[in-house]
């Protein structure tokens, strides 16, 4: 198995955000009169955290119902989170980038996905000085609106690059159960979690990871085993 076509996470998985996500999240729902420290709060929170990784709107829809109040949930939460990464709350996980053109010179391609809007993506892409990185960058409105755990971004990957000849060849790393998820269901060949993210080595395995990684730092020898 030679794998050709790498799809990665960015939140948790190539990009650390401390704890971002759930910042925004606590503006995007005071805006739409969630009281902090109130019990819906809480259990908002909860779904907040047991759903990272999946498209954002999803969540929003799920929490209130209500189409437009989980668009303007969710116009809220990316407006939040873009400016704290303005502010410059972000930063590259640990040897990530390195990792990454490792993977490229290696011959493979490189996609890197995310749960948010273009937006937010293009922002964090931004901050980071990524926009050349990678020649590829995918959030869920590029794969016809469905996020993670459907498969549909790690095939949009597939079919846009033609990097693989089939989706064997296709590795996906993510921090989230529901990472491993949608590289299961994408029939990829390697689908690895790493522990710099939401979730813990139990809840990866239990969604489908083959492996699970300290972090991305240590993808290249990996799949450097699985090709040999």
Same mark, same amino acid.
């Given at each position: %198995?030679?794998?050709?076509?790498?799809?990665?996470?960015?939140?948790?998985? !190539? &990009? +650390?955000?401390?704890?971002?996500?759930?910042?925004?999240?606590?503006?995007? *729902? #005071?805006?739409?009169?969630?009281?902090? @420290?109130?019990? /819906?709060?809480?259990?908002?929170?909860?779904?907040?955290?047991?759903?990272?990784?999946e498209s954002k709107i999803s969540v929003f829809r799920h929490l209130f #119902?209500? $189409? !437009?109040?989980?668009?303007? +949930?969710?116009? +809220?939460?990316?407006?939040?989170?873009?400016?704290?990464?303005?502010?410059?709350?972000i930063a590259p996980i640990g040897g990530a980038r390195e990792a990454i053109? $490792?993977?490229?010179?290696?011959?493979?391609?490189?996609?890197?996905?995310?749960?948010? *809007?273009?937006?937010?993506?293009?922002?964090?892409?931004? +901050?980071? #000085?990524?926009? $050349?990185?990678?020649?590829?960058?995918?959030?869920?409105?590029?794969?016809? @609106?469905?996020?993670?755990?459907?498969?549909? %971004?790690?095939?949009?990957?597939?079919?846009? !690059?033609?990097?693989?000849?089939s989706v064997r060849q296709v590795a996906v790393l993510g921090d989230t159960?529901? /990472? %491993?998820?949608?590289? &299961?269901?994408?029939?990829?060949? &390697?689908?690895? @979690?790493?522990? !710099?993210?939401?979730?813990?080595?139990?809840?990866?395995?239990?969604?489908?990871? %083959?492996? &699970?990684?300290?972090?991305?730092?240590?993808?290249?020898?990996?799949?450097?085993?699985?090709?040999?």
């Amino acid at each position: %198995m030679d794998i050709r076509l790498v799809v990665l996470d960015m939140a948790g998985t !190539t &990009v +650390a955000d401390g704890g971002l996500v759930e910042r925004a999240f606590a503006t995007a *729902a #005071g805006k739409l009169g969630v009281e902090p @420290g109130s019990a /819906d709060h809480a259990e908002k929170l909860t779904y907040v955290r047991a759903t990272m990784g999946e498209s954002k709107i999803s969540v929003f829809r799920h929490l209130f #119902g209500e $189409e !437009t109040l989980a668009q303007r +949930a969710n116009s +809220a939460f990316e407006k939040a989170y873009g400016e704290l990464v303005d502010g410059g709350l972000i930063a590259p996980i640990g040897g990530a980038r390195e990792a990454i053109e $490792e993977l490229a010179d290696s011959g493979r391609t490189v996609v890197l996905t995310t749960g948010f *809007a273009r937006v937010t993506q293009d922002a964090i892409l931004d +901050a980071l #000085g990524w926009r $050349e990185l990678v020649p590829l960058t995918l959030c869920p409105a590029d794969a016809g @609106g469905r996020g993670r755990p459907y498969p549909d %971004m790690v095939l949009e990957a597939f079919l846009r !690059t033609r990097a693989a000849e089939s989706v064997r060849q296709v590795a996906v790393l993510g921090d989230t159960s529901y /990472d %491993m998820l949608s590289g &299961v269901r994408a029939g990829a060949g &390697v689908v690895a @979690g790493v522990l !710099t993210g939401a979730h813990g080595e139990s809840a990866l395995r239990a969604a489908g990871a %083959m492996s &699970v990684l300290g972090s991305v730092a240590e993808l290249p020898s990996l799949l450097q085993g699985v090709g040999s």
